[in-house]
């Protein structure tokens, strides 16, 4: 493979990585009947290298052995699970730049946030070694004499993980850390476009496993597609199952498990927006909005993408962000600099497209951005709309970089001053202080009006919400809180 054997790229052998990989490790030992596939690199659309996908049965010879090691892992104290956690944390932390930048060429996004996303995973991992020696259950006074309750908290046995590609590793961390201190093995499908990522993190894990004598099966992973992913959502092997991905997607596994009476953690769409208040600090949320836009190349379920703002700043805020959005550097996500990479797939970069057209069929204004960058790569303008907070394509998830901008209105206060000023004159300095606190009393509902307009935008849209608001002033931040 060209883009493996260059000199920038070495790094992908220090993870263990060859320019063909097997892509099923179970039984301690790495595996791999189901097709070959492809990994490319987002920036230019070369191969990296190629991977052996598992079939379906790889599948079930893996977990076959992985629940019988489930019985072995659980019988562990949880202390010394702990302590495996913290030595595959130690591992991650000698390859986190390596780690970091096969995310970065891999996934798409930029060198610090594959960086970053790796360091995750490893504070995941400190966590969990605290959370090893706090798994305490209760002890519950009964109604009956001579008696007590006694609660306890026992492993479930097996837990499945598929995750996606905008957190091909860290969503991992977040569940397997947790999963695996708790005394339960776990089973890992990686997203079907990252399996050199999949593979990478599976020898790091399996390498510790390995060091203490453990049962390499307390961690099975599996590269593959549609087929491994259902046949994890089906398994009654597997009592809980942790998907992220898209809500369509998400559904789906929630009904399969359901099914078989399973438990879910769904982690699916987001469509959240930051409010801006006529208070505001305007530099400091030109700057958030910017990477909660921006980051990823749009690509989080906590990306920003509707942006509504106080009507008495609507136009100096937007005129500071156009202005920093024209300063966005585009370019290799392994170059210094860069604050936006490519998007995942050509298919992300043809949805991109699509959506620009149907914002524009709706009455979105494009003020920035909205075309795609002709490269080898999936480059993508990053992009801010004008468009109305009814339009339906607001209420949709589109997967990059594209900011819808609104504005909530204002109560005017003339009248309000008009009073200020004819009673400022009044000999009577008590009447006129019973006046400016009924103005300001008034002012503050009408705060709070505007505010109730900004939230019910916010809350107009059926996907999850990680949502902001930037004010200077404590009660609006409480009643925002709830």
């Not at 005017?412 to 006129?432: A, E, G, N, P, R």
Request: charged letters at 15%.
């Amino acid at each position: 493979m060209e883009t493996f054997a260059r000199k920038e790229h070495q790094f992908l052998a220090e993870l263990g990585l060859a320019p063909r990989n097997l892509g099923a490790f179970f039984c301690g030992s790495w595996a791999g009947s189901g097709p070959v596939v492809t990994s490319t690199n987002p920036a230019n659309n070369q191969v990296i290298a190629e991977v052996v996908e598992a079939s379906v049965h790889d599948y079930e010879d893996g977990m076959r052995a992985c629940y019988d090691a489930a019985k072995t892992w659980m019988a562990v104290p949880a202390p010394k699970r702990g302590e495996i956690v913290r030595q595959i944390g130690d591992a991650l932390r000698e390859k986190l730049h390596h780690l970091g930048r096969l995310v970065s060429l891999e996934m798409g996004k930029i060198l610090p946030e594959g960086i970053g996303e790796v360091q995750e995973i490893i504070d995941m991992c400190d966590y969990a070694v605290g959370l090893s020696r706090q798994l305490n259950g209760s002890i519950i006074p009964s109604e009956r004499p001579n008696h007590m309750m006694m609660e306890v908290w026992n492993p479930l046995g097996v837990v499945g993980v598929i995750t996606a590609f905008n957190f091909p590793c860290a969503v991992l961390g977040w569940n397997a850390c947790i999963a695996l201190v708790c005394g339960n093995s776990v089973v890992w499908k990686g997203a079907p476009t990252t399996p050199l990522i999949t593979v990478a993190m599976t020898k790091i894990v399996a390498s510790v496993l390995e060091k203490n004598n453990l049962p390499g099966a307390i961690f099975t992973a599996f590269c593959g597609g549609t087929e491994i992913g259902q046949a994890i959502a089906r398994d009654s092997r597997i009592p809980l199952v942790s998907f992220t991905g898209s809500t369509k997607a998400g559904l789906m596994v929630q009904q399969q498990v359901n099914a078989r009476f399973g438990k879910c953690l769904l982690e699916l769409s987001g469509n959240n927006a930051i409010i801006v208040m006529d208070d505001a600090d305007i530099q400091l949320a030109v700057r958030s909005v910017l990477f909660a836009a921006v980051g990823t190349a749009g690509q989080r379920c906590t990306t920003c993408r509707r942006l509504i703002l106080h009507e008495s700043i609507y136009q100096t805020f937007l005129d500071q962000l156009v202005e920093v959005y024209k300063q966005v550097r585009i370019g290799d996500p392994l170059e210094a600099g860069t604050l936006l990479g490519p998007v995942h797939t050509p298919g992300s970069k043809e949805n991109f497209l699509k959506g620009i057209q149907t914002i524009k069929s709706q009455g979105g204004k494009i003020l920035i951005g909205g075309s795609a960058i002709e490269s080898e790569g999936n480059f993508i303008q990053p992009t801010i709309v004008e468009i109305s907070s009814s339009a339906s394509v607001v209420k949709e998830e589109l997967f990059g970089p594209v900011l819808y901008v609104m504005k909530f209105q204002v109560v005017h206060t003339l009248i309000l001053c008009f009073l200020c000023l004819t009673y400022s004159d009044c000999y009577d300095s008590t009447l006129f202080h019973q006046i400016i606190i009924m103005v300001m009393k008034y002012v503050f509902v009408i705060s709070l009006q505007n505010l109730k307009e900004a939230i019910e935008i916010n809350n107009s849209v059926p996907q999850g919400l990680s949502s902001s608001i930037f004010t200077k002033r404590p009660d609006i931040i409480f009643k925002w809180l709830g």
